[in-house]
C-alpha cells in the first residue's frame, strides 16, 4: 500500500518537475512513509511513497522494465501475484524481484491494457509507456484504493489523494455545489465528481488512458445480477452445496489475503462479518492472530462483549482503543483532512483512532469484514425495503405497518412510534415500486434534510439540479430487470460503499496511519458469485445474510452466527457540545464564519446549534445536519483557506 502522484503534459525544467512532484508526493507521505522516489523526464513525472509490505527489499518504485521504456508507479496489493507470476515466467518473462509490482509490469507487456482482467487485488496504479506515448491510469473493481485526476494548461495530473493535486501552482480547492448536493442527498458524490471543482475521481472498474491525441476512459468491470425470473441452474443447487461453495471461495480470498512479507492482524467488532474472516484466518493458519477493535463507554454504541467472546473463543492477542465523544470531537479536524470531503456521520473517527493503535503496535497490515453487507444483503435497508413492498400491496393494512419496529431493535426511539407514525415515515404507501431508487428513498429523504440549512446563494447555483435524477439516469440499462433485492444490493455495492465505506471509513482512516485494510469479502470471485445467488438465499424471512451463516457453520460460536444485524456507530452530535467541546465547534459554526464561507444560512444553522445545546438528543435527521455543516465548513478550513494562504505566501508559477 502506497501513495502515487505524477502528471503528463508539457511541464517545466527537470529541476522544476522534481521539486513539484516531490512536494507532491511529501504531502501524502502518510501513506507511504518507508521510502520515497521519483521519476522525471521532459514528458512525464511519476512518484511514489512506499509502504513495505511485499519483498521490502526488491519493490522499489517508480520500477521500470529492463531497458526502461515502460515505467509503473502502483498503489495497493495483488493478491494473485504468485499464479501470476508463475503463468509468466513459463511465457519467457524474467524477473527480478518477488515484488507484485514486477508481476503487473510483466503482465503489461504481455498483454497491454488488458492486463487488469487478470488482477486480482485492490490497486490504483499508473503505467508511462514511452514507446506509444502513452499513460495507463487503472483503478480496482470494487473501489478499494482511491485515484483522482485533474486538467490544466494541457497537463494532466493524478494522485492518490486530493491534497497532492492542490501543490500544483493554478490549482485551487473550490467547493462544488453539485457534489455538496450529492452528500447531503448519498452521504457521497457521485462519481467521477468529487467536492473540489474541476477535480474528478476515476471510477472503480475504470481506466483512463491518455496519449497525444487526447484521454478516453473507458470500464473494464462491472456488477450485474440475473433477470429476476432467471437464476438458470441456481434454482436446482442445493442450499448445501451453495453454502459449501460460498465458504470455499472466502476461505481462498482469506488465504491469498494473508500473503504478506511483514505481520497481519485482523480487525475484530464484535459483529459477524470481522468474526467470519477472524475465523478463518486461524482456521487457514492456527498462528498467534493479533487482532483490534473500537470500544465505546456508551453502551448504546459498544460491542465489547461479542468482541471478547470471539477473543477467547479463538485465542487471539487482542488490543482495544476506547473512544469516547471527547476523542471523536478532538479527531475531528483530522479526520476532515483525510476525508478530503464533507461528512454526515462521525463514524470515521473511531477507525481513525484504531488504526492509530494498530500503527503503534507495529502492524501495516489488516484484515477487514467489510463488503459482506453489500455482497449478502446483510443491512437493514434490504429488509427494509422488502417490508415497504409488502406494506405498498395493502396500503390500508392496520397491521402491515407494525412490522417495521422489527426492523430496528438497537434504535429505541423507533420502537416506541406507533404504527401510523411508523408506515409515514417509511412512506411505503405513497413510494412508486416502480422507481428504481424505492429501496433507498426513505434514507434519501432523511439525509436531504441537511439540504435545507443550504443558503440562498447555493440554493441558485442548485436550481433545477436534480440528484436523484442524475443516480437513476446512471443506473444500467438491464437494472430494472433485476430482482428488488439485487437492485438495492446494486445501489449499495456500486454507489455507497466505494463512494462511503471504503473511502471515508476506510482506506482514508486505516492509510492516514499507514495502515492496509484487505478485503477478502470484496475479492471479485466472491462478489460475482454472491450475486447470482438467489435473493430468498440471502433474506430468510428476515433473516440477513443467510446463505453466509449457513456457510459458516461450525466455524464461530452459535451466538456469535445468529446474532442480529447491528451496524456500526458512533456518537454523534453530543460529541461537539458542553463543557469538553473544543473551540473550533463555536468559531467554525458562527454566524459571522457560516456567512463568511457562505454555504449555509447563518441564522438557520444558529437555530440547529440552539438545539443541540438545549436538548439531550437530536432526530436522526438533525444529527447529519450538525455533522454535515460542521464537517463541510472544517473542510473549507483545512482546503479552500489553506490553499489559498499557500497561494498568497507563495509567488504564482504559471503551468506552461
Not at 486461524?282 to 453502551?299: A, C, D, M, Q, Y
Not at 411508523?422 to 424505492?438: G, V
Not at 440528484?467 to 433485476?482: Q, Y
Not at 467541546?581 to 468559531?587: D, N
Amino acid at each position: 500500500m502506497c501513495g502515487i502522484a505524477g502528471y503528463i503534459g508539457p511541464g517545466d525544467s527537470l529541476s522544476s518537475s522534481r521539486k513539484l512532484i516531490q512536494q507532491m508526493i511529501g504531502v501524502i507521505a502518510h501513506r507511504g512513509p518507508d521510502e520515497q522516489d521519483i521519476y522525471c523526464d521532459r514528458e512525464i513525472a511519476l512518484g511514489h511513497a512506499r509502504l513495505s509490505i511485499i519483498d521490502p527489499a526488491g519493490g522499489k518504485q517508480p520500477m521500470s522494465n529492463a531497458d526502461k521504456t515502460v515505467w509503473l508507479i502502483f498503489n495497493g496489493e495483488i493478491f494473485n501475484h504468485v499464479e501470476i507470476r508463475q503463468d509468466l515466467t513459463l511465457r519467457g518473462h524474467v524477473f527480478r524481484t518477488k515484488s507484485d509490482t514486477e508481476v503487473i509490469l510483466n503482465l503489461y507487456l504481455e498483454k497491454g491494457e488488458e492486463c487488469v482482467n487478470d488482477l486480482n487485488g485492490d490497486f490504483s496504479f499508473a503505467i508511462w509507456d514511452s514507446r506509444r506515448k502513452k499513460l495507463v491510469l487503472a483503478r480496482d473493481r470494487m473501489g478499494v484504493r482511491p485515484l483522482f485526476y485533474t486538467e490544466l494548461g494541457g497537463r494532466l495530473t493524478f494522485a492518490s489523494e486530493v491534497k497532492s493535486l492542490l501543490k500544483v501552482p493554478g490549482i485551487n480547492a473550490e467547493l462544488d455545489p453539485i457534489a455538496l448536493d450529492q452528500i447531503f442527498s448519498f452521504w457521497f458524490p457521485l462519481a467521477p465528481r468529487t467536492p473540489f471543482k474541476g477535480v474528478f475521481e476515476l471510477p472503480p472498474g475504470h481506466m483512463l488512458v491518455a496519449t497525444p491525441g487526447g484521454k478516453h476512459i473507458r470500464p473494464y468491470w462491472s456488477l450485474a445480477f440475473p433477470d429476476a425470473d432467471d437464476h438458470g441452474s441456481w434454482d436446482q443447487r442445493s442450499e448445501k452445496t451453495i453454502a459449501e461453495e460460498c465458504r470455499e471461495l472466502l476461505f481462498d480470498a482469506t488465504r491469498i489475503r494473508l500473503r504478506s512479507d511483514v505481520p497481519v492482524g485482523a480487525y475484530l467488532s464484535g459483529g459477524l462479518d470481522s468474526s467470519i474472516i477472524t475465523a478463518a484466518v486461524k482456521h487457514i493458519s492456527p498462528r498467534n492472530l493479533r487482532t483490534f477493535s473500537v470500544t465505546f463507554k456508551s453502551e448504546e454504541f459498544d460491542e465489547r462483549e461479542f468482541q471478547q467472546e470471539m477473543v477467547q473463543a479463538l485465542d487471539t492477542r487482542h488490543e482495544e482503543v476506547l473512544c469516547d465523544a471527547a476523542d471523536i470531537a478532538r479527531m475531528f479536524p483530522k479526520v476532515i483532512h483525510h476525508t478530503e470531503q464533507p461528512v454526515l456521520r462521525t463514524a470515521p473517527a473511531p477507525l481513525f483512532a484504531l488504526s492509530d493503535l494498530v500503527h503503534q503496535k507495529g502492524y501495516k497490515v489488516v484484515l477487514t469484514g467489510e463488503g459482506a453487507d453489500e455482497v449478502f444483503a446483510g443491512y437493514d435497508i434490504f429488509k427494509e425495503a422488502k417490508l415497504r413492498r409488502f406494506c405498498a400491496r395493502q396500503p390500508h393494512s392496520k397491521y402491515r405497518p407494525m412490522l417495521f419496529q422489527r426492523l430496528y431493535p438497537y434504535l429505541p426511539r423507533l420502537q416506541n412510534q406507533s404504527h401510523t407514525t411508523l408506515a409515514a415515515f417509511f412512506n411505503s404507501a405513497h413510494d412508486s415500486l416502480d422507481d428504481p431508487l424505492f429501496s433507498h428513498l426513505p434514507r434519501f429523504r432523511s439525509t436531504r434534510g441537511t439540504r435545507n440549512f443550504l443558503s440562498s446563494d447555493m440554493r441558485e447555483k442548485l436550481a433545477g439540479y436534480d440528484a436523484l435524477g442524475e443516480m437513476r439516469e446512471s443506473l444500467p440499462a438491464d437494472f430494472t430487470r433485476w430482482h428488488p433485492l439485487s437492485q438495492a444490493q446494486y445501489l449499495e455495492t456500486v454507489f455507497l460503499l466505494p463512494g462511503y465505506i471504503l473511502s471515508s471509513q476506510g482506506d482514508r482512516m486505516s492509510m492516514a496511519h499507514a495502515v492496509e485494510g484487505r478485503y477478502p469479502f470484496l475479492d471479485h470471485r466472491l462478489v460475482e458469485f454472491a450475486s447470482r445467488i438467489p435473493p430468498a438465499m440471502k433474506i430468510r424471512g428476515m433473516c440477513e445474510k443467510h446463505i453466509l451463516r449457513e456457510s459458516m457453520k461450525g466455524l464461530l460460536p452459535t451466538n456469535i452466527r445468529q446474532r442480529p444485524k447491528q451496524p456500526y456507530r458512533a456518537p454523534e452530535s453530543d460529541c461537539f457540545t458542553g463543557r469538553s467541546a473544543p473551540s473550533y465547534v463555536e468559531s467554525e459554526l458562527s454566524m459571522s464564519k457560516i456567512d463568511a464561507c457562505g454555504y449555509f444560512h447563518s441564522t438557520a444553522v444558529e437555530k440547529l446549534t440552539n438545539k443541540r445545546r438545549l436538548r439531550s438528543t437530536l432526530s436522526m435527521r438533525d444529527n447529519m445536519a450538525f455533522v454535515g455543516i460542521l464537517s463541510t465548513q472544517l473542510w473549507h478550513r483545512e482546503f479552500v483557506e489553506a490553499t489559498q494562504t499557500s497561494a498568497i505566501n507563495q509567488p504564482h508559477r504559471a503551468v506552461a
